[in-house]
């Protein structure tokens, strides 16, 4: 198994450009996750889906946009880039909420310029 | 807004000593509590889970308790070794479905 998988890994975006932040997992997990890392702040929950076709809002939805067509994929929008969406951004899934642990992607540090 | 709060923010430990640092939760409401451990350049990977008042987890040289009833979680390394460097990251949901709550983190680093 491949476990939770990101492209990109590294990602240069100027002001105003849009771009597509990939997930995907093999495990057949229902939950999935979309989280920011800042500096001495932990991770942030961006958006979550409890499987294919239901999304919802976490702390920080601002700016991104997300999709669940399917189980394994769960892919991330960004508009219009702003710089303080420079970030690193990681994806994560799990059997269920609450009570199973979470299981990460390698992440992607994305700076907006 | 539920606050999750780990300290200290960081902490250097000697090679061989044992160390210990706090997660602290609202209790209201608690469903469960998570500990993850973060190397640098690496994605975060869970170390526990734990659910029950009273609840005690180990792995090898790192163990974690957990008191529901106060708000709080103890992750303790006996013997520090330089590879247990890294942030150690806990989590709480607070309702059965809910999502996590991450605290802030406490950066780990055992000198040799």
């Known amino acids: 198994n491949a476990g939770v998988t990101?492209?990109?890994k590294f990602r240069i975006l100027k002001i105003g450009q849009s771009m597509t932040l990939q997930c995907a997992q093999d495990m057949n997990h229902n939950y999935m996750y979309w989280y920011r890392q800042?500096?001495?702040?932990?991770?942030?929950?961006?958006?979550?889906?409890v499987g294919a076709g239901i999304t919802d809002?976490?702390?920080?939805?601002?700016?991104?946009?997300v999709s669940r067509s399917t189980t394994e994929d769960f892919p991330l929008r960004l508009e219009l880039a702003a710089p303080s969406q420079t970030s690193v951004y990681f994806?994560?899934?799990?059997?269920?909420?609450?009570?199973?642990?979470?299981?990460?992607?390698?992440?992607t540090r994305l700076t907006v310029l | 807004i539920l606050n999750v709060e780990q300290s200290p923010q960081s902490l250097h430990v000697q090679e061989g000593d044992s160390t210990?640092?706090?997660?602290?939760?609202?209790?209201s409401n608690f469903y469960a509590l998570h500990w993850y451990r973060w190397e640098t350049a690496k994605s975060p990977e869970a170390?526990?889970?734990?659910?029950l008042n009273g609840d005690e987890k180990k792995k090898g040289r790192i163990s974690a308790t957990l008191n529901t009833k106060e708000g709080y979680s103890y992750l303790y390394i006996k013997g520090s070794q330089p590879e247990d460097s890294a942030t150690y990251l806990c989590a709480s949901a607070f309702a059965a479905g809910n999502k996590l709550t991450f605290g802030g983190g406490t950066r780990?680093?055992?000198?040799p």
């Not at chain 1, 500096?39 to 942030?44: F, V, Y």
């Not at chain 1, 994806?91 to 992440?107: I, K, M, R, T, W």
């Not at chain 2, 170390?47 to 659910?51: G, K, P, Q, R, W």
Request: hydrophobic residues 30%.
């Open chain 1, 91 to 107: 994806c994560a899934s799990s059997y269920s909420q609450g009570d199973n642990e979470q299981f990460f992607g390698p992440g």
């Open chain 1, 6 to 8: 990101q492209t990109p």
């Open chain 2, 20 to 27: 210990n640092f706090t997660c602290s939760f609202p209790s």
């Open chain 2, 47 to 51: 170390l526990f889970v734990m659910t």
């Open chain 1, 38 to 49: 800042d500096p001495g702040m932990g991770l942030k929950l961006i958006y979550y889906s």
């Open chain 2, 108 to 111: 780990v680093l055992v000198k």
């Open chain 1, 57 to 65: 809002k976490g702390e920080v939805p601002n700016g991104y946009n």
